[in-house]
């Protein structure tokens, strides 16, 4: 296994606490904003749960995803949904959990979340990094990963892109998951699934969405997310998971119903986040950095033009801590990601520091 990235990001975050107004931490998209009192109301209603939960989600949550899929990411065909200990727990296990070894390939972006390349690293498989659709090498591309919007770019894939892409995995009989984490928060492009009609052709075989609660709903504290698409995998999926005790706990299930019927929280929040970006946007560029990409999610792709790591020291003097672009990839050597996933006041500290 690789090393844990954000370990060698200690010695800048030691700097960064130096300060002496503090550390504006813009490394890790953390929420920090209150979970919304409808979901906490949920999770205490719910708080007492003797027996084991069900893997497969209860009936109420179940409807729920299935329900939000339908009308949030226009997908009219029936969708097998399964509730999973947050995102990450699904990335990192879902190509042990689809049987594939070092006879696959796992096609995954360029630029990606590190989390990609240890999954199919621990099912033995082999990893192309790549964002065209032209994997080759050994072995059968099993699956595909698409990333949109993207971390950390924040790069949006359109519609004709994804029908691409489900046209080439569907022609190979490859799997095609797409990590959708941060569908919400569109910004200058409005995402869209890879279930949506418009790309699927109210098909989802071979398809799967991963989705989290983390980011919309302040829920990273609950382990809170799911994975959607073709019925007969996500079967498949649930068998696996029922054998290795991959379960949800109920309470955390009734506030993920509970959020995902509510989309006043979400909206509140999108408008903090939106607030927060332009202040960053402003002050990073005003301070000589260029940003590419960022037409959504939760982070700013950023450069100085000069190597990501001496980025991140400068930043850091000024108490700013922010992630390397070398974290996700090769081609992000002279990027930094910096997170929105501070509070205001936080937010306006680092706006400060970069106008001085």
């Known amino acids: 296994m690789p090393d844990f990235p954000w370990d060698t990001l200690a010695p800048y975050g030691k700097r960064a606490r130096e300060h002496a107004d503090g550390i504006v931490d813009l490394s890790v998209g953390t929420p920090v904003d209150p979970t919304p009192?409808?979901?906490?109301?949920?999770?205490?209603?719910?708080a007492d749960a003797p027996g084991y939960p069900l893997t497969a989600g209860t009936p109420p949550l179940r409807d729920a995803i299935a329900a939000w899929v339908r009308n949030r990411l226009g997908a009219s065909a029936p969708?097998?949904?399964?509730?999973?200990?947050?995102?990450?727990?699904?990335?990192?296990?879902?190509?042990?959990?689809?049987?594939?070894?070092?006879?696959?390939?796992?096609?995954?972006?360029?630029?990606?979340?590190?989390t990609y390349d240890v999954g199919i690293r621990l099912a033995g498989a082999r990893g192309v990094r790549s964002d065209a659709t032209v994997a080759s090498g050994p072995g059968?591309?099993?699956?595909?990963?698409?990333?949109?919007?993207?971390?950390?770019?924040?790069?949006?894939?359109?519609?004709?892109?994804?029908?691409?892409?489900?046209?080439?995995?569907?022609?190979?009989?490859?799997?095609?998951i797409s990590d959708e984490c941060y569908l919400?928060?569109?910004?200058?492009?409005?995402?869209?699934?890879?279930?949506?009609?418009e790309v699927s052709d109210g098909d989802v075989t071979g398809l799967l969405a991963v989705h989290s609660l983390s980011k919309r709903s302040n829920l990273a504290g609950y382990r809170a997310g799911f994975v959607a698409g073709d019925p007969a995998i996500v079967g498949e999926l649930l068998a696996v998971r029922k054998h290795a005790g991959m379960i949800v706990p109920e309470?955390?299930?009734a506030a993920m119903a509970a959020a995902l019927g509510d989309a006043s929280h979400v909206a509140e929040q999108?408008?903090?986040?939106?607030?927060?970006?332009?202040?960053?946007?402003?002050a990073l560029t005003g301070a000589g950095f260029r940003i590419e990409h960022s037409e959504a999610?939760?982070?700013?792709w950023a450069t100085r033009d000069e190597p990501c790591w001496d980025t991140v020291g400068?930043?850091?003097?000024?108490?700013?801590?922010?992630?390397?672009?070398?974290?996700?990839g090769p081609e992000g050597a002279r990027h930094v990601r910096v997170a929105l996933t501070a509070t205001d006041e936080r937010v306006a500290a680092a706006v400060k520091r970069l106008s001085e």
Not at 37 to 46: I, P, T
Not at 270 to 282: F, H, N, Q, V
Not at 314 to 328: K, Q
């Open 297 to 300: 999610g939760l982070y700013l």
């Open 314 to 328: 400068w930043l850091a003097e000024r108490g700013i801590l922010v992630a390397p672009g070398a974290f996700y």
């Open 251 to 253: 309470p955390v299930q």
């Open 270 to 282: 999108r408008a903090l986040y939106s607030k927060r970006r332009a202040s960053m946007r402003e």
């Open 184 to 197: 919400e928060l569109g910004w200058d492009a409005e995402p869209v699934s890879i279930l949506s009609d």
């Open 140 to 176: 059968k591309t099993a699956a595909i990963w698409v990333n949109s919007p993207s971390n950390p770019t924040g790069r949006v894939l359109g519609v004709p892109h994804l029908r691409k892409v489900v046209a080439w995995a569907r022609e190979r009989g490859t799997v095609v």
């Open 79 to 114: 969708v097998g949904v399964l509730p999973t200990i947050g995102s990450k727990e699904l990335v990192a296990w879902l190509p042990t959990l689809l049987g594939l070894g070092p006879s696959d390939t796992v096609q995954f972006p360029s630029l990606a979340y590190p």
């Open 37 to 46: 009192a409808v979901v906490r109301n949920a999770l205490v209603a719910a």
